[in-house]
């Protein structure tokens, strides 16, 4: 099993719709979670934290589960340039080194008109 | 604004060839590392380095070496290239935020 899974997608959606991903991670010792995007041909770059109580960034919710093992992004209010790819990273060691950053595939959105 | 630049975007090199990725940061960060991306399998960790002349081995360190010498340079080495060594080069740097990874817009490396 993956150490953190995310459907590829793509996930096309309309301009103004929600859309959310999910990512589960193996490891229940896991730490600390982050959402990264990564635009077609760029470099990725950190999009959120995600907090045990959950973490709004204007139309963007990031939620942690811990129970069941999954994290999720929630997006509201769609818009094209959310188009992007977007990776589930998943740090597991407990002394919070670098390290052990673990990346998902990613989970591509196309936001079209 | 935190820069990385990468020595290449785009790099062909034949099978056997010494390969050398250059990675340099400007904001000196202590901390820097370089993965490897490929469809399907996300980024995976080669080599990380948290202060000059140290590094340490990430999850797929085999075929490759690294090198940092000053605190804002850190190279990759491929001893001697092969056709799965193919790939998207990615380098990041950190500073105490370790999860806030800045990375450089990426080597294309083709190994024929």
């Known amino acids: 099993r993956k150490e953190v899974e995310q459907d590829p997608g793509p996930f096309n959606v309309p301009e103004g719709a929600t859309v959310a991903f999910n990512c589960t991670y193996s490891?229940?010792?896991?730490?600390?979670f982050f959402w990264y995007r990564q635009d077609c041909r760029k470099e990725p770059k950190l999009l959120m934290s995600?907090?045990?109580s959950g973490n709004e960034d204007g139309r963007f919710t990031a939620q942690l589960n811990r129970a069941s093992q999954y994290i999720s992004l929630l997006i509201r209010d769609s818009k094209l340039s959310d188009s992007a790819t977007y990776l589930c990273?998943?740090?597991?060691?407990?002394?919070?080194?670098?390290?052990?950053?673990?990346f998902g595939t990613g989970t591509r959105l196309q936001v079209t008109l | 604004d935190v820069k990385v630049t990468q020595s290449s975007r785009y790099l062909v090199k034949r099978t056997g060839e010494k390969v050398f990725l250059e990675c340099v940061q400007d904001?000196?960060?202590?901390?820097m590392f370089w993965y490897r991306q490929d469809p399907g399998l996300g980024l995976r960790l080669i080599y990380f380095?948290?202060?000059?002349?140290?590094?340490e081995k990430g999850d797929i360190p085999e075929g490759y070496s690294v090198s940092r010498e000053k605190k804002e340079r850190f190279s990759l080495i491929l001893e001697s290239a092969s056709t799965n060594q193919t790939s998207m080069y990615l380098c990041?740097?950190?500073?105490?935020?370790?999860?806030?990874?800045?990375f450089g817009p990426g080597t294309r490396l083709t190994v024929t």
């Open positions: 490891n229940s010792a896991s730490q600390s």
């Open positions: 990041a740097s950190t500073s105490g935020r370790f999860y806030e990874q800045y």
């Open positions: 990273v998943v740090n597991s060691d407990p002394a919070g080194t670098a390290s052990k950053l673990t």
């Open positions: 995600v907090y045990s």
């Open positions: 904001m000196d960060h202590e901390n």
């Open positions: 380095s948290y202060d000059v002349k140290m590094k």
